[in-house]
């Protein structure tokens, strides 16, 4: 049963989706003996989660559920599992109340954006001199929330540039809306993928840059300047070099830049039809 969770655990680290997985495993005593039924499930799943625990004490047992929740749900979600030998299931302990990190109401990562107001500032400079740019959105515009949808389609209105999204990304802003391209990729759009071929400016806005997207590397959007925006850090350069990185929950960082936008009275919607039209 374990095993067969790995295809699950997979798929959910690779889309970003939390998901606590709680398998069985051999008595403690018994680990490392070859015995019957046991594997180690820890050591296989270590690369498709976000953390594993193999709990030896039931007086961790409390800690560890509640951290686990945490884990999955917080900055970019994804998969955890705990695995419970036998006797520990059997056995008896005190709950105690772990003392967690206190997150804000969404599981967000609180990241001080304040350090990078500087970058937002070089984001609008580069927004301003674009001639050809487009928003690439993700699922972390989903993973975000509500007010994340909503700030996106402010920020979009107004800047007046032409959005895509991924498969995950799908449902953030309107479907039927003229500046939205649909979908990109390999099974996206004919105008989405031109458009990201051509363009001068690239904003990924909670995307990971995934092969179904781009293709071959070294021929994906090749003349522009590329901004990524993602609350994983480890996200950024991963696959594609970027000129400029901003770590942060994306809503904040939207609602911050739209917020510098109007604070400089900048009307990019304007200015970018007039580009256009010449």
Not at 55 to 60: P, Q, S, T, Y
Not at 106 to 111: Q, R, T
Not at 232 to 239: E, H, L, T, V
Request: glycine share 8%; with cysteine.
């Amino acid at each position: 049963g374990a095993t067969n969770a790995v295809t699950a655990l997979t798929d959910a680290y690779m889309d970003s989706v939390p998901l606590v997985c709680i398998s069985g495993q051999v008595p403690t005593h018994l680990i490392g003996t070859d015995a019957f039924q046991e594997c180690d499930t820890t050591g296989i799943t270590r690369p498709c989660t976000k953390h594993n625990w193999l709990v030896k004490d039931i007086n961790k047992l409390s800690s560890i559920m509640h951290k686990a929740f945490q884990v999955a749900t917080s900055g970019r979600p994804g998969p955890v599992l705990i695995d419970i030998p036998k006797d520990i299931q059997f056995k008896k302990g005190k709950y105690i109340k772990p003392k967690l990190v206190k997150n804000n109401k969404n599981n967000k990562v609180d990241i001080n954006l304040n350090k990078q107001d500087n970058n937002i500032d070089i984001a609008i400079d580069l927004l301003k001199k674009s001639s050809k740019p487009i928003f690439y959105t993700g699922g972390g515009v989903i993973n975000s929330g509500p007010k994340a949808s909503e700030a996106l389609r402010e920020f979009v209105k107004l800047t007046g540039f032409p959005i895509t999204s991924t498969l995950q990304g799908l449902g953030a802003y309107p479907g039927d809306d003229n500046q939205f391209l649909g979908m990109l990729g390999m099974h996206g759009t004919y105008e989405a993928n031109n458009a990201m071929h051509d363009c001068d400016l690239l904003i990924n806005i909670g995307a990971r840059f995934d092969d179904r997207i781009t293709g071959k590397i070294d021929e994906f959007s090749p003349n522009s300047k590329k901004v990524h925006i993602d609350i994983d850090p480890s996200s950024i350069n991963k696959i594609i070099k970027v000129d400029l990185a901003i770590v942060g929950d994306v809503t904040d960082v939207i609602k911050l830049t739209t917020k510098t936008l109007k604070k400089k009275n900048l009307n990019l919607e304007k200015s970018n039809k007039q580009k256009i039209s010449k």
